[in-house]
């Protein structure tokens, strides 16, 4: 029985629709069968999604941009604004900047590029000799959305503050007695009797009814006698007299006793009595006094009217009648003239809109600045002084300071216990006094001094300055507390370190032992003054946290004895492991003394430093005066993220001698005090001289030839932390070497056997060698090599060449060869790389540009392996790389080497993105790139190469990975293409071709292949790679609106038909985001107004644009010669038929753009603004097709709530017939008692799964002209409910209907608004003769539908008043107003004005709206 019933009502229900609702479904023969939209349920965020069977709409062939400015030069030349209609010649431009540094004069040694043989090392020097090669686009400040327009002002001009009348009584309600207090006013209030006030009935003693009334001033000095059943004064009141009309008032006593009368202007009167005679008193005198006040405050206002006007006046008062009688043709054209100042001084009707004024930065690109050294945290180190508590004076007629009575040297660097290394180079400091510097006799002057045969670049000048360091800045890249700055001390080589240190532990008798090692320390400068031997450490802190807060509170710890088992950095970073732990460092033994360095921050405009290669700073005082300070290099983490690319010329090799293993060797009688002597050679021939680039320790010269590591007393297996650091030449060959001297040093000063033989310090007890460049490459990190007895010449050709043979000279071996020397090297170089993908790619490019030739098959391998390149190398010599893969792009004969020069290319840029880097790439693609010069019969261009690689890798045979890292990070690839392009047009002259001979066919074929190859990914593949086809989209956008400036805008227009052209109605949300955002880039273009071209295109002879037949709907033709705007205008037409979220994004870009207008300065003038106008008439068309969806009366946003005898109003009222609907059927109302959840299943609009309320909001009345003041009875519950919630709800279906069925949803409040004032903005800046063409041309359906829209924005756009605002925001429900002024402010015009207000409070039963007048 259920299912019978069920059945004969859906087909009840059915028919009801058939023959009523021909909007929701279609007639289908004589059996009237209904046709159901199918659906799906996609995995969509947006929720439900309809595929709706509509054909695309039809695309329209835009102009041949080209022809048509040619073909109409002179129209356009003499159009008055010319401006508007065409591209300015000084568009674009490449310029050469001027690389910023901040060194005196540059990094790279001025021989370098002439000593440079590698290209690698060639490359790298051009890298950072370069200037910026940029292209400006002089416009560019135009090209972004209205919030990033010059001259912009965030904030609208100051509006006047105008009081309303609907906040008169907000005001009152705030505090009525203290507010009339607070203005200096008078109040009152008390009970009285008010007569009734209608004329027509006789006044008795009946008609007084008791009131409670309340006397206030308002906030324009005006009084009104409010009036309530209670004394809550804080309700509404029950009425008001207003006492400005008021002309009097006296007593009378005819109908009541104690009663008195308020005469008003319009002869009308208000009655009152009180309880006494002394309250009539007191209400008549306080009354009075108001009157007086009103009086004399009207007076004075007309004074000084007429004051004001009596300068002007009275010099033209005799003529003034006469000039009008007989000019009234100047006085007419004067007083328009004053029309139009202040209409034109108006403040710009989007400026007051809330979302011109909300702050979005989502659409600003980050600044993109040249690349730029960058440093970690800075610290500046001072060190002040190093005292030991042994001390004496050392002159020998003991005249002069006390001071340590030997030399020590102290030797700063950071470590991080956390990664477990040292993370600086050494900071060498002498603190020791000028007197005790002198007890060392100068080192041999062949080690120290000599031609300057080094690639150093310090000027003679500066040696002196940079003698005797105290300062160094310090930079740490990841600061956190784990860091510590060590100070290693040395003293001059004596003894054993325990023996040497015992006079320092000890605090008893110190004169005569201080006088005792000052003896010994004589001797021992005099013959051992050049070696040093370790003596003791110390360490602290330098971060409070991670973020990078110096620790200045903290000191150096004690001075603790250095252990000679424990020298190794990997010994000094367990002790440090321990240093927080007391109970372990108090194990160690400590010397009396005190190490007094601060630390500081470094202030950005420090002066008077030089960095790690001794180049001075631009902020240097040549001064011998001068307290130089030092950078000291940081050894950065090798790992992407803390590398940056190098901009400057650096190249240091630091030298680390680790261990020498002498117990078993047999070869020499005595090698214990061991002295290891490092030397830089160019030759092994007998002769040579080492290298002058080893930098020297304090005092001594800048560079010298040799270096010495600290001795160890009595150590056969002496372990080293020296480290030494050399400048390295600018090319590196095969003879290249460290050349490892050992030295047996006798300590033993003794006499004996004086007389007998000469006393020898040192004596050579071994010799050893390591090549630098092995493979091509600098050596690094830890190398084992054996020592030899003696050093032939040619000793580097000595080889291995079998069990017991070998090649070369004759070599004694020590220990049978064995390897028992360790040293370490660390290479800081920006010339030379240690990967060897790297290096073996630039090789085999240097042989074939040489001449060799170049083997596809041999170049791809190589191109292949660059994908293993290390990623922090990758980062470091960024712009280096990429140049020498566009070079190869462009000289490439074969397709597979272009296709991986590409692949190789999107590699790095992945990586770079992947490690949060990509701001190098903007950097690289805005300054550093730079095509390669166009020769047409030897190379190709980046540009043109690029992209058809680009196609080959987007095919959908291609590697799926490597396509999508393509479409993820396209804006670099795009970005190229553009300034290729740029490039070659300005240096190959072509930019003052004709714009579609300025690129060649192939190149406009591979752009249009390209565009069409990204669209199945942009559109298809978004749900898998959402990220991917996002960007791919967005940088096509800026591609394409940059291929305006450059190329045939008439092409540039065909690609974005083929773009559209993928898009169809019923598209998922994804899609329409990714089509009005590429509309929105698009039409963000700084000439887009030119692009429209907003001129008369009739036929015949050359028209007026005063003549033009203004389009104010989309034609094809319309949108054909106005090709961009047209399309936009069509694309937001399509989208109001769909879903909320589409319609909100398409509305979004349409107003957006509109701003941009109103707010560029280039359009400024009304003349501009009204041209823009008429490119925007078509919209005026659109609102009417949807005036019914844009007709809401309620702008309340609070839901009403219906009460228990509307369920008559729940009923589903259809339009009746509107040119609108194309089924014209009668108007018959459906069963109130079926559920509105079935019609919406039955309309295909509302989901047959969800319970919820379907949001379908038909129209009530087919006439739209219906009053919007009156409540009217036909807005019933369904209606008000809509206007609530307003669109269709993520889980409710939503159906495009197709070309001749419109939507009846009501748009929301946000949508209405934003439309709107686009219209008013049209409407504000269209000429006169522009509005009154549209209303003669329109029929007079559209001319209602017209003025219906126009009567919506009075009622959306009205003041409701700040309590509306107020319980608005609170949330606490609407209000009910009584019928005042809600639009104009009060007037201050005393005579005559209230008596306007009575009546309109009079007239309020007989109001009229707009459309009855």
Known sequence: MGCTTSVVLFKGIRTVFERNCGYICKQQGENNALEYTAFSLPDEDSGILIHSSLAKPKLIEPIDYENVIVQRKTQILNDALREMLLFPYDDFQTALLKRQSRYIHSTVPENAEKEAQSLFVTECIKTYNSDWHVVNYKYEDYSAEFRQLPNKVTKPEKLPVHLYEVDEEADKDEDAASLGSQKGGITKQGWLYKGNMNSAISVTMRSFKRRFFHLIQLGDGSYNLNFYKDEKISKEPKGSIFLDSCMGVVQNNKVRR?????????????????????????????????????????????????????????????????????????????????????????????????????????????????????????????????????????????????????????????????????????????????????????????????????????????????????????????????????????????????????????????????????????????????????????????????????????????????????????????????????????????????????????SPDFPNY????????????????????????????????????FTIYNNHLYVYPKHLKYDSQKSFAKARNIAICIEFKDSDEEDSLPLKCIYGRPGGPIFTRSAFAAVLHHHQNPEFYDEIKIELPTQLHEKHHLLFTFYHVSCDNSSKGSTKKKDVVETQVGYSWLPLIKDGRVVTNDQHIPVSANL???????????????????????????????????????????????????????????????????????????????????????????????????????????????????????????????????????????????????????????????????????????????????WFFFEVLIKSMAQHLIENSKVKLLRNQRFSASFHHAVETVVNMLMPHITQKYRDNPEASKNANHSLAAFIKRCFTFMDRGFVFKQINNYISCFAPGDPKTLFEFKFEFLRVVCNHEHYIPLNLPMPFGKGRVQRYQDLQLDYSLTDEFCKNHFLVGLLLREVGNALQEFREVRQIAISVLKNLMIKHSFDDRYASRVHQARIATMYLPLFGLLIENVQRINVKDVSPFPINPSSNSAKDDGLNLPTANQLVTPQKTVNTLDNNLPKDLFGVISGIASPYTTSTPNINCVRNADSRGSLISTDSGNSLPERHSDKSNSLDKNQQSSTLGSSVVRYDKLDQAEIKSLLMCFLHILRSMSEDALFTYWNKATKSELMDFFTITEVCLHQFQYMGKRYIARNQEGLGSIVHDRKSQTLPVSRNRTGMMHARLQQLSSLDNSLTFNHM
Request: include cysteine.
């Open 258 to 602: 104690f009663a008195f009368e308020l005469k008003m202007q319009d002869k009308s009167s208000y009655l009152l009595a009180a309880d006494s005679e002394l309250e009539m008193e007191e209400w008549i005198n306080t009354l009075n006094k108001i009157l007086q006040l009103n009086f004399e405050a009207a007076m004075q206002e007309k004074r000084n009217g007429e004051s004001h006007e009596d300068d002007e006046q009275s010099k033209m008062e005799s003529s003034s009648s006469s000039f009008d009688s007989y000019y009234p043709e100047i006085t007419k054209s004067t007083r328009e003239a004053e029309i139009k100042l202040k209409s034109e001084s108006r403040v710009k009707l989007f400026a007051l809109d809330p979302d011109a004024q909300k702050l979005d930065f989502s659409g600003i690109e980050p600044e993109v600045k040249p690349f730029e050294e960058k440093f970690g945290k800075k610290i500046l180190v001072k060190c002040n002084d190093l005292s030991f508590n042994l001390q004496s004076c050392i002159a020998e007629n003991e005249e002069g300071p006390t001071t340590n009575v030997e030399p020590f040297f102290v030797t700063l660097s950071l470590f991080d216990i956390k990664i477990n290394r040292k993370i600086s180079a050494d900071f060498h400091v002498d603190l020791n006094h000028h007197s005790v510097r002198h007890m060392i006799s100068s080192a041999p002057q062949q080690m120290m001094n000599g031609s300057g045969d080094g690639s150093h670049r310090i000027q003679d000048t500066y040696e002196t300055m940079l003698q005797y360091p105290k300062q160094g800045i310090f930079s740490v890249t990841c600061p956190h507390p784990d860091i510590f700055l060590v100070a290693r001390i040395e003293k001059v080589l004596q003894g054993s370190i325990t023996h040497c240190a015992e006079p320092y532990m000890k605090s008893s008798d110190s004169a005569k032992v201080a006088q005792k090692v000052l003896k010994n320390a004589k001797q021992a400068c005099q013959r051992l003054g050049q070696y040093r031997m370790p003596f003791a450490w110390a360490a602290r802190t330098l971060f409070k946290d991670a973020s990078g807060m110096l620790d200045k509170n903290a000191r150096f710890s004690p001075l603790f004895r250095q252990d000679s088992n424990k020298l190794s950095n990997e010994d000094m970073l367990k002790l440090l492991a321990d240093f927080r732990k007391p109970e372990k460092m108090a194990k160690l033994p400590v010397i009396l003394g005190n190490l007094d360095v601060t630390i500081d921050n470094v």
């Open 610 to 645: 030089v960095n790690s290669s001794y180049i001075p700073m631009k902020q240097f005082e040549n001064s011998t005066k001068t307290l130089i300070t030092f950078e000291i290099e940081e050894f950065v983490p090798c790992i992407p993220k803390h590398t940056q690319p």
């Open 792 to 970: 032939p010449s040619g000793y580097l050709s000595y080889q291995e060449v079998g069990v017991g043979k070998h090649s070369g000279p004759e070599i004694k071996w020590v220990d049978g060869g064995k390897q028992l020397l360790k040293i370490s090297t660390h290479l800081v170089s920006t010339v030379y790389t240690q990967d060897q993908h790297l290096h073996n790619f630039f090789q085999y490019c240097q042989k074939t540009e040489s001449g060799a030739r170049a083997l596809g098959t041999e170049l791809v391998k190589y191109l292949k392996s660059l994908h293993a390149m290390e990623g922090h190398v990758m980062i470091a010599f960024l712009p280096t790389v990429l140049n020498q893969l566009f070079r190869v792009l462009t000289r490439a004969t074969q397709e597979e080497v272009a296709v991986n020069v590409t692949r190789v290319i999107i590699h790095i840029v992945a990586q770079c993105h992947e490690e949060g880097l990509d701001s190098y790439l903007r950097s690289y693609v805005k300054y550093a790139y730079k095509a390669e010069p166009y020769v047409a019969s030897e190379y190709k261009t980046v540009h043109e190469e690029l992209t058809k690689s680009m196609t080959t890798i987007l095919k959908p045979s291609a590697d799926f990975l490597t396509s999508n890292k393509l479409l993820k990070y396209s």
